[in-house]
DNA sequence: TTAGGTGCAAATTCTTTGCACCCTG
DNA sequence: CAGGGTGCAAAGAATTTGCACCTAA
């Protein structure tokens, strides 16, 4: 297992490299260091969890940077984002065709593979609002680590989507 | 059509007053209004934008009650967000099954329905990750608005995801 | 060498909160 | 009439930007 993530993460960061290059950007430290902590986890960080992440490596490193590196990497099409729009941002350098599982009560996204989800169509009524890059499936619910809570807690009201703050 | 969204409209504002009722909140104008409007619209508002709405009928309404009713509406189930998370928020009150068209370029989010999604399974591998309470397609794509203008301004690099800042 | 990249700190933007008054139930 | 709800203004988060220095190519 561990040996196939690290083929993987190779795999990702060589196609990091080459693109960069192509799109004559200087490969920095600070790139290598935040693609390299993206490319290496499933959890679907935002921009400050990899920065504390990559500030242990590099202890000089700026939130700003980070910031500004995942927007770069977004926009040559090297990570994708969670979430529909810019803002709420939580960053995936798995290119893969996937799906999310997604906890809506602590927010925890897992990614899944599965052939037969990959394989559904898009009605044409959709086609008719636009082009169609991708389609995956969003899947909603309570993490296992949730439920357990919820069931020692039993407080009627819904504990709420919100409640994590950093 | 016309008719049918008022009477979408109507049941959906009837559920609302139920549901609030129960709970035991009051039904202000200001409750009222606000998810009138969500609930008229099609359109995934973020608060700044229902805010803006809602404040031409009302004009004293301030932004803060704006985003604590959308919220309140949210932790009673009675509206859902769109994005994985608290944060980035956009928000709908439709409570059918329905699935999402939204455009990497600026933004627009389309509900659509499609009995065939409807019925995707949701793999067993998804299940032990969690109880699943919800599944739905997100398709990705360039909307045709967007697609026009792709063509008429040719530029090289993407123009981002990012662009609209409010 | 040199243009692009970075760190820093300040500026913005977005969202939440404390408090006194108001209005629904 | 009472307690939840609201508006206002101010606080807090999250994210972006201006600028001078640095470094990959």
Redesign the pocket.
């Given at each position: 297992m561990r040996k196939s993530e690290d083929t993987r993460n190779d795999r990702r960061l060589e196609h990091f490299r080459t693109v960069a290059r192509e799109a004559?950007?200087?490969?920095?430290?600070?790139?290598l260091e935040i693609f390299r902590e993206l490319a290496g986890t499933e959890e679907h960080p935002?921009?400050?969890t990899i920065f504390r992440a990559v500030q242990q490596r590099?202890p000089?490193?700026?939130?700003?940077?980070v910031?500004?590196?995942l927007?770069t990497l977004h926009d040559l099409g090297l990570v994708t984002t969670l979430g529909p729009r810019?803002?709420?941002?939580r960053f995936d350098a798995n290119l893969d065709r996937h799906h999310h599982f997604s906890c809506v009560r602590c927010g925890l996204v897992r990614d899944f593979e599965s052939a037969e989800l990959d394989g559904l169509r898009v009605p044409d009524s959709v086609r008719r609002l636009g082009s169609v890059a991708d389609a995956h499936v969003e899947v909603r619910g309570l993490c296992a680590t949730c439920q357990r809570d919820r069931r020692t807690s039993r407080d009627p009201k819904p504990p709420a989507t919100?409640g994590e703050?950093?």
């Open positions: 004559g950007l200087k490969l920095t430290h600070q790139r935002d921009a400050e590099m000089t490193v700026s939130l700003d940077t910031y500004r590196t927007w810019r803002e709420g941002v919100r703050r950093r």
